[in-house]
């Protein structure tokens, strides 16, 4: 059996096809992703963009394409935050699947919170209960759990992307800028450590290319290189303080240039 899946993400589009069978459970047949920005605009705004929903059906086009080329036998399709909360969130979902055949779906934030739980379980070998954050570009997810259950998971309005076109827009932040962003953020997590509260872990776990970026981030600032190894992707509670004042207060161009982030991770 041949498998298809699309997220449709607030920035990037993905597209995944494994195989499966009984000798072997899944293999990668195919994968790919294009940057699409579906979010731009949309999270001041209320509404996806006609730009930005032109450019994601123009990439959904393609990946139409390649399911069929592929022969997929069953395909899920899912779209996250940026349709989420769009006013024309559900008009985009019918155009896709009226148009393409793709059965693209909205995914809750609590269920975009424990498949990202999932995700982390697959990739990580846990013992103890744990929490695992991920940052995407229109929300964020929290989960408390451990490997046989999640006991607590939730979605937060606090993606790069959303955060960035609501608070920040001088090159560098201005000083009201960076509080009002702070403020913002405080406000909303408050609320989920009050929950956390209740629970103990001895791990703590950051997912999605945001938090790879500040991993790298943290390691330019050691005057290190790339981290390629779990051991040297940890950040103490220091150094994340020291890189989020030197975040604040540089310009995009020292951004790249002394952390060497993609030119669209710059913010």
């Not at 992703?33 to 086009?61: E, K, P, S, W, Y």
């Not at 800028?177 to 703590?204: G, K, S």
């Not at 050691?222 to 150094?239: D, K, W």
Request: glycine share 8%; proline share 3%; with cysteine.
């Amino acid at each position: 059996m041949t498998l298809g899946v699309i997220d449709v993400g607030t920035n990037t589009v993905h597209l995944l096809i494994v195989r499966c069978s009984p000798r072997q459970p899944w293999h990668i047949v195919h994968q790919e992703h294009h940057r699409t920005r579906l979010g731009d605009g949309g999270f001041v705004a209320g509404r996806l963009t006609r730009a930005a929903m032109t450019r994601t059906m123009t990439v959904l086009q393609r990946y139409a394409k390649t399911l069929r080329r592929f022969r997929v036998d069953r395909l899920e399709a899912a779209a996250t935050s940026a349709v989420r909360d769009a006013a024309n969130g559900r008009l985009f979902v019918r155009r896709v699947r009226q148009r393409l055949g793709i059965p693209l779906r909205i995914m809750s934030g609590r269920r975009e919170a424990r498949l990202s739980y999932l995700g982390m379980l697959a990739m990580n070998r846990v013992r103890h209960p744990c929490m695992v954050v991920t940052i995407g570009g229109g929300s964020a997810q929290v989960i408390y759990g451990d490997r046989t259950s999640v006991r607590y998971a939730t979605s937060v309005p606090l993606g790069c992307a959303r955060l960035a076109q609501q608070f920040l827009h001088h090159d560098p932040p201005s000083p009201a800028e960076i509080d009002r962003l702070t403020r913002h953020i405080r406000r909303i997590w408050t609320l989920v450590i009050q929950q956390l509260r209740h629970y103990r872990w001895r791990h703590a776990y950051g997912g999605s290319a945001a938090v790879a970026d500040l991993a790298e981030v943290v390691a330019r600032m050691r005057g290190g290189v790339t981290p390629t190894r779990t051991s040297q992707r940890v950040i103490a509670q220091a150094e994340l303080q020291r890189t989020v004042t030197w975040l604040s207060t540089s310009t995009a161009a020292q951004r790249r240039r002394v952390a060497k982030l993609h030119a669209h991770r710059e913010q």
